[in-house]
């Protein structure tokens, strides 16, 4: 069932036009949610995807407490996208329902307090949004655990094109010539 949820998020995210350019006139919706091993986040207007990124946990956070992890996933997205959020009013969507006080609760944690002073400065409302109407970015915290549990793959990129290049570079007497009288008089 997950391989093919995770195949149909696949499809989705590569086949329909899913990103649209921000308005700074209308309101962002900043959606976060931290599962498993890793947290997803989308950025929003109007119902219609900005942006969006996960990102798997530190070995720290994997021993964190769910609302601290909830938490950095907030923190980790407006540092991301502080360019769209700076100076402009938005909403966050999360699922950790105490989340929503932030505001107005002890902070008892130092690690709390480090968190809480990252969104210093930003204009924000925390609005809770149960894991099913919260569907992108849990289903980005998903892929995560998905991928790092199923898949043992390395990916590298490999640059032919560079040395195609060269190759060609090295055959062209217009180019030998150049390099050449650049060698002999470097000014």
């Not at 959020?85 to 130092?110: A, C, D, P, Y």
Request: glycine share 4%; with cysteine; net charge neutral.
């Amino acid at each position: 069932m997950t391989k093919l949820a995770f195949n149909e998020l696949k499809k989705a995210l590569t086949t329909a036009h899913v990103l649209h350019l921000s308005d700074f006139i209308y309101h962002f919706t900043l959606e976060t949610d931290a599962f498993g091993v890793g947290m997803g986040t989308v950025l929003s207007q109007k119902g219609h995807l900005i942006t969006f990124f996960s990102k798997p946990f530190t070995p720290e956070l994997l021993q964190a407490s769910t609302y601290v992890r909830e938490l950095f996933a907030i923190t980790a997205a407006i540092k991301k996208w502080q360019q769209y959020l700076l100076g402009h009013h938005f909403t966050i969507l999360t699922n950790h329902r105490s989340l929503k006080e932030i505001m107005t609760q002890v902070i008892q944690t130092l690690e709390q307090q480090t968190y809480l002073a990252r969104l210093i400065g930003y204009d924000y409302y925390i609005q809770y949004c149960s894991g099913k109407l919260n569907g992108t970015a849990d289903a980005l915290s998903r892929v995560l655990e998905f991928i790092s549990n199923k898949l043992l793959l390395l990916s590298v990129a490999c640059l032919t094109f560079l040395n195609e290049l060269k190759h060609q570079l090295l055959q062209n007497t217009h180019f030998l010539q150049l390099q050449q009288e650049i060698m002999n008089q470097p000014e």
